[in-house]
C-alpha cells in the first residue's frame, strides 16, 4: 500500500520559511518523480514545484521561483520543499504526489499516488 505522508506545515507571518516534508512508503521510491501541488480556498489545485528520479532535474512554477526549493532524499524515501520570503498567497493546502519513471513536470494527471496534504497559512 502506497503512503505518502506530508509534514511541517503551520501558520507563519509574511516573510518567513517553513520546510515541508513527504514520506513515502509503499513503493520504489526513486523510480518516481515527485511533485508538490498546491490548493487555496476557492481554487483549483497548482502545481508548485517537481523533482526528477534522482534530483539533479526540477521545475518550479514561476510564482515560487527563487523562493522555493525542493530536493529528496532517497535513502530516506523523502522529498522536501523549503519555502522562503512567505507571501499571504502562498496559503493554501500543500500536497506531495509520485509521478512513476516521470519528469515531476507541471502535469498533475501523471501522478499516480497523492497524499492527504498540510495546511500552510500565512500571516500578513
Known amino acids: 500500500q502506497v503512503q505518502l505522508v506530508e509534514s511541517g506545515g503551520g501558520l507563519v507571518q509574511a516573510g518567513g520559511s517553513l520546510r515541508l516534508s513527504c514520506a513515502a512508503s509503499?513503493?520504489?521510491?526513486?523510480?518516481?518523480?515527485m511533485g508538490w501541488f498546491r490548493q487555496a480556498p476557492g481554487k483549483g489545485r497548482e502545481f508548485v514545484a517537481g523533482?526528477?528520479?534522482?534530483?539533479?532535474?526540477?521545475h518550479y512554477a514561476d510564482s515560487v521561483k527563487g523562493r522555493f526549493s525542493i530536493s529528496r532524499d532517497n535513502a530516506k524515501n523523502t522529498v522536501y520543499l523549503q519555502m522562503n520570503s512567505l507571501k499571504p498567497e502562498d496559503t493554501a493546502v500543500y500536497y506531495c504526489?509520485?509521478?512513476?519513471w516521470g519528469p515531476g513536470d507541471s502535469d498533475s494527471l501523471r501522478y499516480e499516488y497523492w497524499g492527504q496534504g498540510t495546511q500552510v497559512t500565512v500571516s500578513s
Open positions: 509503499g513503493l520504489t521510491f526513486n523510480y518516481y518523480a
Open positions: 523533482i526528477g528520479r534522482s534530483g539533479p532535474s526540477t
Open positions: 504526489a509520485a509521478d512513476y
